[in-house]
């Protein structure tokens, strides 16, 4: 059983390489920081990590950075069971990346859009496999211009974030129905609100939330639970595509179940990292 994660080296990322490493030969581990990498890795109780954890550079908001991760895993195996994209964030102030994309949009939704597409040959390799995308309540703050995907016309690091969150949903629903046929399962979930390091940086009405929520926030092995779940349990239950809280089938919002909405975020998400990598090609 092989798995691919990406953010796994701090906060729920971390809590689920801990838990998921006895249940797989071999688990890629997809970051920036490769020193916080091995780090991790030295600090599990895992007899064979030698053999067990590979290493691969990947920085989601840089697309040809993704294509070079997926054949970097590519050379090491023919097949992965567990694909779980975990990483994301929210940032303060609008940033554009190399590619030319707003920072939010390609960190939380773009990069793993093309890590799952470049990855679909080892995913359907032999019975099928899981993709685990990992969303968040956020998702129901969204409100999309199918326009300004990339916020030209005024930044707000919430609505990005949201706009997002509610893509990992829309791209869950259409990874089900598009490779549902060759045993492909896809499951979008909110970890919980988790005390971690993330938002920190927030400003105005995200910072306020977050530090409301403060004394009610959950731990990082409690926020990985859910995700721990649907990597592991032999059959999950309801069905394919469906987004998950703590453990369970929970509903999402109107647009997030929109098969118009999810048929124009994917084109336009094809489109954009299809235009992309070819021009850098």
């Not at 064979?48 to 054949?71: M, P, R």
């Not at 779980?84 to 554009?96: L, V």
């Not at 309540?137 to 969150?165: I, M, R, T, W």
Request: glycine share 6%; aromatic share 8%; charged share 25%.
């Amino acid at each position: 059983m092989h798995l691919v994660i990406t953010g796994p080296t701090s906060g729920i990322g971390a809590e689920k390489v801990k838990a998921l490493a006895p249940k797989f030969t071999k688990i890629f581990l997809l970051v920036r920081d490769m020193e916080k990498a091995r780090t991790l890795v030295n600090n599990l109780n895992s007899q064979d990590k030698a053999d067990k954890f590979i290493l691969v550079y990947c920085d989601l908001a840089d697309l040809a950075s993704v294509k070079k991760a997926a054949a970097e895993i590519a050379k090491h195996t023919d097949s992965v069971d567990v694909l779980i994209n975990n990483a994301g964030g929210i940032f303060p102030e609008k940033t554009t990346t190399k590619d030319q994309l707003e920072l939010t949009f390609s960190a939380n939704h773009l990069g793993h859009f093309l890590l799952t597409l470049q990855l679909m040959p080892l995913l359907t390799h032999n019975s099928g496999a899981r993709i685990i995308n990992v969303s968040s309540e956020a998702h129901k703050a969204a409100s999309v211009d199918l326009n300004d995907l990339q916020f030209e016309k005024g930044y707000s690091s919430f609505k990005a974030y949201a706009n997002a969150k509610l893509f990992n949903i829309l791209f869950t629903k259409s990874l089900a129905e598009k490779f549902g046929d060759q045993h492909i399962e896809a499951y979008a979930l909110h970890p919980g609100v988790v005390n971690t390091n993330f938002g920190q940086q927030s400003k105005g009405f995200f910072k306020l939330l977050l530090s409301l929520f403060k004394p009610f926030m959950i731990s990082p092995k409690k926020g990985a639970e859910t995700g721990i779940f649907l990597a592991s349990v032999n059959k999950v239950p309801g069905k394919n595509g469906d987004y998950f809280k703590k453990s369970k089938v929970s509903s999402a919002s109107k647009k997030a179940e929109s098969k118009k909405l999810r048929d124009q975020i994917w084109d336009r998400s094809e489109k954009l990292v299809k235009a992309i990598t070819e021009n850098r090609a």
